[in-house]
């Protein structure tokens, strides 16, 4: 039946459709309803929508009554679901009050901000120092067959294979120079001429421990303006320092007539800190050992907080690791990028015996405060590291700048809860954990982040307050009895170029240099800071902060 042609209008249309309908009909034995003269189809008895909800309605209520009667025969709470639906619904609309309430009490940089992350089972740990050491050895000698003798003159490098020094290190390169010493051909004589070098170097060193010995070049900032108004900043090798030696001696020199730019202090009458000529003397030999002979931290334990790239405690790890120390690093941005980083670390430093365990970690969370702890001092049968912790260097820090007394925020109350409130705590954990080990012959030097800064700069929230509150651990020492557990040492920590809080003013360093004001790199500062560890002064810090 389909149309010879286009059909040429809806009429036309609908009467196809009637014709197909009834010949499809007569086919089907269909017989349709007659239809009205309006054209509609005849209409029997109506019944309205009303009525039938009605009805329905009824069947409901009915079936409604059955199954109550029926639940009362069986002992069963037809209600019991929608009342604890309806009471938790309450109960959290009581919990959402309350959520809304501290947030906007405490403000949304402290709510994120306290929030825990440290998992053990994260935990990265790094100790194949002899891997590295065999690497980096054929490699070097690889450069020098192409390079030559330009490549031979490296003395951090020749520290750092000895530092690695064992017995499979020192049979490699004797294998070494025995292969290049059958090789005539004159591009072989430079690495024969390093293998042999670094061969003589480790059979020295096997004998010894590892150590950290500091052979940076002092520097200074530099701060230049181009013609076109581009301003740029470096660091250039500080004029009258050619090495270490100079500036050990600079440190120990009197800057306002009585005391040094570097110099110790000691607890006297008056409650005061006064300059100490002796104490300083120990200080300066421990800085000069560390330039000159070097130090071993060999089967001492440490936990770094705040080791970021560029940061002081990431200069503190790397020299406890060149002395073979094992260190605990703590990571706010816990990442393969971030890994990357510490595995690198570890890969150039990493000495003898030296081990890097790295944890994601919110020094702004007690709770992973309480965590870390347990981690590390905790017994290795309960998923802990069974670590002593010879030192802490609790120096995770936030910068909070802007914040003034009229506009104190949330920024400024996370700040102080984790550069304060938790190093506190943390050491509280960390004195704790030693009392239930009964550990109390084994202290564990904390080195305490202070500051000359007491709100003198402005316009940085509570950092003043922070670094004040922590002097408070000097009387805390003596006052909640942490003696056995804790010592406490403290780092007054100047200028530092280059840190996270204090990048914004490399531009101005040199300008402030030259106002009569020493600022250092995060190296030299480590530096300083490591010479606290000086056998004297740790053993004098066991008696007294």
Known sequence: MEPAARLASEADARAWLDNAAKAYA?????????????????????????????????????????????????GIDLRADARAVESEKARNSELQADLD?????????????????????????????????????YEWIQ?????????????????????????????????????????????????????????????????????????????EPQTSISATG??????????????????????????????????????????????????????????????????????????????????????????????????????????????????DMYRRHGARGSELVVVPFNQGSAQDIEALAKFVLGATGSGGLGWSLDYVFPFAAMPDVGSLATNIGSRSELVQRAMLINVIRLMGAIKTAKEDMRRATRPSLVVLPLSPNHGTFGGDGLYGECKIGLETAFYRWRSEGWEGHLSIAGAVIGWARGTGLTTTGNLVAQNIEAAGIRTFSTREMALNILAMLHPPLAELAHREP
């Open 26 to 74: 007569v086919r089907a034995g269909i017989s349709y309803a007659a239809t009205t003269a309006s054209g509609g189809a005849a209409q029997g008895p109506v019944v309205s929508s009303a009525e039938v909800e009605k009805m329905q309605q009824a069947q409901r209520e009915h079936a409604q009554q059955q199954m109550a009667v029926l639940a009362r025969q069986a």
């Open 143 to 219: 450069q020098a067959i192409t390079g030559g003798d330009a490549v031979a003159d490296d003395e951090v490098r020749v520290l750092q294979l000895q530092n690695c020094a064992d017995v499979t290190l020192l049979k490699l390169l004797d294998g070494t120079v025995a292969m290049l010493s059958r090789d005539e051909a004159p591009a072989v004589a430079a690495a024969l001429r390093l293998a042999t070098r670094l061969r003589d170097a480790c059979k020295q060193a096997l004998a010894t421990s590892p150590v950290y010995r500091e052979l940076l070049v002092p520097m």
């Open 101 to 137: 309430g501290l947030s906007a009490e405490l403000g949304d940089d402290y709510v994120e901000g306290i929030k825990p992350v440290f998992d053990a089972r994260k935990a990265r740990r790094f100790d194949s120092y002899w891997n590295w050491a065999r690497q980096d050895a």
């Open 230 to 343: 581009a301003v740029s900043y470096s660091e250039v090798p500080r004029a009258g320092e050619p090495s270490l030696a100079e500036y050990v001696e600079h440190m120990r020199e009197a800057t306002d007539g009585q005391t040094p730019l570097l110099h110790m202090r000691e607890y006297s009458e008056g409650d005061q800190w006064t300059y100490s000529p002796r104490l300083s003397e120990d200080y300066y030999r421990g800085l000069a050992e560390l330039t000159a002979t070097g130090t071993s931290y060999a089967g001492a334990t440490a936990l770094v907080t705040g080791c970021g790239r560029g940061s002081i405690g990431a200069e503190i790890v790397r020299a406890l690791l060149m002395g073979g120390a094992r260190v605990v690093a703590t990571t706010s941005s816990y990442s393969r990028k971030t890994m990357l980083i510490f595995e």
